[in-house]
């Protein structure tokens, strides 16, 4: 058995490795803007009596995807919720109220952004439709997500394509 050596096929290895950390890494930006976009329209959208739940909401970025990331939450260790998707509520507990905006795909390693509201009354407010709020509405993150899809995908798109 003989073996051949390629002339330049380590080198392009070492760049195909290099294109991929920069692909995944530019994909973890994309996502957190678009995630940010969308904490920041449905904090606009959100109820405010004193602002705490407005304040409350945050963007957690991760590069292994829903189905490989858990949150533990501090008052109750064994409940541990993820989320699966990308365009609705994916998860709730009484402590936060969360939405995965993500795109798990082979290229990305399943790059995921988790939206969320910590408020321990987040849950309810953003569900309870029959409310009347002076400032704000109710389902204010739902909103954002199907109202402004196109947004969202035209921020991650255009991030992406700053890539080539």
Same mark, same amino acid.
């Given at each position: 058995?003989? !073996?051949?050596?390629?002339?330049?096929?380590?080198? =392009?290895?070492?760049?195909?490795?290099?294109?991929?950390?920069?692909? *995944?890494?530019?994909?973890?930006?994309?996502?957190?803007?678009?995630?940010?976009?969308?904490?920041?329209?449905?904090?606009?959208?959100?109820?405010?009596?004193?602002?705490?739940?407005?304040?409350?909401?945050?963007?957690?970025? !991760?590069?292994?995807?829903?189905?490989?990331?858990?949150?533990?939450?501090?008052?109750?260790?064994?409940?541990?919720? *993820?989320?699966?998707?990308?365009?609705?509520?994916?998860?709730?507990?009484?402590?936060?109220?969360?939405?995965?905006?993500?795109?798990?795909?082979?290229?990305?390693?399943?790059?995921?952004? =988790?939206?969320?509201?910590?408020?321990?009354?987040?849950?309810?407010? *953003?569900?309870?439709?029959?409310?009347?709020? !002076?400032?704000?509405?109710?389902?204010?993150?739902?909103?954002?997500?199907? !109202?402004?899809?196109?947004?969202?995908?035209?921020?991650?798109?255009?991030?992406?394509?700053?890539?080539?």
């Amino acid at each position: 058995m003989s !073996t051949h050596n390629i002339e330049g096929l380590e080198e =392009y290895l070492r760049n195909l490795k290099s294109v991929r950390k920069r692909y *995944h890494a530019k994909a973890l930006r994309a996502v957190s803007k678009a995630a940010l976009f969308v904490l920041r329209e449905a904090q606009k959208l959100t109820p405010v009596d004193l602002g705490n739940l407005r304040a409350s909401g945050f963007v957690v970025v !991760t590069g292994l995807g829903p189905s490989h990331t858990k949150f533990e939450f501090k008052d109750d260790p064994s409940r541990d919720s *993820h989320a699966n998707m990308s365009s609705k509520v994916a998860s709730s507990t009484k402590e936060t109220m969360e939405v995965a905006l993500g795109l798990a795909n082979a290229n990305t390693k399943g790059v995921a952004a =988790y939206i969320a509201f910590g408020a321990y009354y987040a849950l309810f407010v *953003h569900e309870e439709t029959s409310m009347h709020h !002076t400032v704000g509405q109710a389902k204010f993150l739902e909103t954002v997500i199907k !109202t402004r899809r196109n947004e969202i995908m035209k921020i991650y798109t255009d991030e992406m394509r700053k890539l080539f």
